[in-house]
């Protein structure tokens, strides 16, 4: 048995920051942040919103577009990698707001290819016929572990939730194949140090901003485009494909260069990508799922055609899946 997205949803707070905004907080310019990423606007959480209502909201928009209520969900992923809570996270959170009652929720730490992994994870449990319905949900709340002093990062991400409801499939739709890779050697790339159990949080480690993501931006975008290259190959191999047989390319929106690279070496139409980083910015574990939500909404994604969803992240990891509408 396969699996297949059978409904999917998006949510993005309701504040927007431009980046003429950003040049009242830190010493940047619109022209740069576009010229250098492609980015001119983002959402971000207001102070009394909380994360994990981003990503019930998703959740919500995606089992109605399925038709199906949270009873049908036998299983939640919960995709972030800044929880509400370091304990227990944000999938209870998610879980009690969509009124899933007790099934069984996890949260899966992958970078930003977290709702990749989800998806392949998802996929996998349906298809061993552990799960029928399984919700995965990508949620993030960068702007919460963003040094608003650092122009090398503030100006890059954004706030935001999507999801899918995944479901039984039948031969050649769903999920067709799927990469999920990681580099271990590359963890210290994008990190947050302190907080966590080896330098738990203190007046010293506030002091020192230890509680902001720091990121080696350089290294990040030298991995990208190769990481995202060879899990998309791996993943068609997987689905005996090739990228002729591919109708869009969506690709984790973290910067334009970074895209438009992986375009040129992949050979693929530009016009088949689906891009939105530029009203969005990064929102890490949530970018796909909303791109994806978008495109299907809007038309531009129809049923039967072939997408290929990549992405690369903290960790680092990186992945693919080939997915038939
Ligand atoms: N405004 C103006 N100038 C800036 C800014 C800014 N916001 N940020 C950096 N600069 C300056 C730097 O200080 C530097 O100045 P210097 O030469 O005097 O030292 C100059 O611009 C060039 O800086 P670089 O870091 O070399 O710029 P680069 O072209 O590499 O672009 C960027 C930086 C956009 C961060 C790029 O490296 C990138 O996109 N990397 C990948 C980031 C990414 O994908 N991160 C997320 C992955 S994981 C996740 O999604 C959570």
Excluded at 110 to 136: E, K, M, P, T, W
Excluded at 181 to 204: C, F, I, V, Y
Excluded at 285 to 295: F, G, N, R
Aim: charged fraction near 20%; include cysteine.
């Amino acid at each position: 048995m396969g699996a297949r997205i059978i409904g999917t949803g998006s949510y993005l707070p309701e504040k927007t920051v431009t980046n003429e905004d950003l040049t009242r907080i830190v010493e940047t310019s619109d022209e740069w942040i576009v010229k250098r990423t492609g980015i001119r606007t983002r959402h971000l959480l207001e102070r009394d919103e909380a994360p994990a209502d981003m990503g019930v909201a998703a959740g919500k928009a995606a089992l109605r577009a399925a038709g199906l209520s949270p009873e049908d969900v036998d299983l939640l992923v919960v995709a972030t990698n800044f929880p509400d809570m370091i304990c227990p996270g944000s999938a209870p959170f998610v879980s009690s707001g969509l009124g899933l009652d007790e099934r069984p929720f996890f949260y899966l730490k992958a970078g930003c290819s977290g709702f990749v992994y989800g998806l392949a994870v998802a996929g996998g449990l349906i298809d061993a016929g552990l799960y029928r319905h399984v919700l995965v949900v990508g949620m993030e709340a960068l702007s919460r572990v963003t040094d608003w002093d650092d122009r090398k990062t503030c100006v890059l991400f954004g706030d935001g939730a999507g999801a899918a409801l995944l479901g039984p499939g039948g031969d050649g739709e769903g999920i067709l194949g799927s990469s999920i890779r990681g580099d271990a050697g590359k963890a210290m790339l994008l990190h947050l140090p302190a907080g966590g159990t080896r330098t738990p949080a203190s007046h010293e480690t506030v002091d020192a901003g230890g509680h902001y993501l720091k990121m080696e931006g350089s290294g990040v975008y030298r991995s990208a485009v190769p990481m995202m290259e060879t899990a998309t190959r791996e993943a068609l191999a997987a689905a005996s494909l090739t990228l002729s047989d591919v109708d869009w390319l969506i690709p984790h929106q973290a910067n334009i260069r970074i895209i438009e690279s992986l375009v040129r070496r992949l050979k693929f139409d530009p016009n088949r990508v689906v891009v939105n980083l530029d009203r969005v910015a990064n929102t890490s574990t949530a970018s796909i799922p909303i791109a994806l939500d978008e495109a299907l909404r809007d038309g531009r994604i129809t049923s039967g055609e072939v997408v290929v969803l990549t992405a690369f992240g903290a960790g680092a990891t990186y992945g693919a899946v080939v997915v038939r509408i």
